[in-house]
């Protein structure tokens, strides 16, 4: 039985750019450690837009370019660029259908996944999203947040989304 660690769009964009927040700055400390001292598989994603974001669904909602392909602000942070072992999965949207059959064909095809762990930016948006898309993909599959290592929009929005991922059988640990 495997378990892996998914870091959840810690760019810079949204660590210290753009759409930065005090909060994703503080826990990015705790991400790397977490990352270093991990016994399974670790995966990141990354928001990935192209030139054209303003144009999108999402960039109507939001109109702040973030996350541009190729940019500074598009990148891992280095902190946690320097102990990636594999390539991020690219995601055009919140939630990653290519990292949920990435981590189905493990399963099914590898040995199979007990644990999948959560962790980074931003609580409200993308890791709710992602945890409750792994749900769909491994139902059987036990889904974590660490809490700790997580920042939301605002820390009121990162609360909400804890709460709502409680009431899908994600298990919240580290919750200050």
């Not at 270093?36 to 990354?46: A, D, Y």
């Not at 109109?63 to 990636?84: K, N």
């Not at 930016?121 to 945890?131: E, G, K, L, R, Y």
């Amino acid at each position: 039985m495997q378990e892996i660690l998914v870091v959840v769009d810690m760019q810079n964009d949204f660590v210290t750019g753009s759409l930065g927040t005090p909060e994703a700055r503080a826990i990015l400390p705790k991400v790397v450690e977490k990352v270093k001292s991990f016994p399974g598989r670790v995966l990141f994603t990354r928001d990935t837009h192209e030139k054209n974001y303003l144009e999108s669904r999402e960039g109507k909602a939001l109109p702040v370019p973030h996350c541009i392909r190729g940019s500074e602000g598009w990148e891992i942070c280095p902190e946690l660029e320097a102990v990636r072992k594999e390539e991020p999965v690219d995601k055009p949207t919140f939630g990653s259908t290519g990292l949920g059959e990435v981590l189905r064909a493990a399963d099914r095809y590898g040995e199979k996944i007990h644990k999948i762990t959560l962790v980074g930016v931003c609580t409200d948006i993308c890791v709710i999203s992602n945890a409750l898309l792994l749900r769909a993909f491994l139902p059987e599959a036990e889904i974590v947040v660490d809490a700790a290592c997580c920042a939301g929009v605002t820390p009121e929005a990162h609360r909400t989304a804890l709460e709502a991922m409680k009431a899908c059988q994600v298990v919240i640990e580290n919750e200050v």
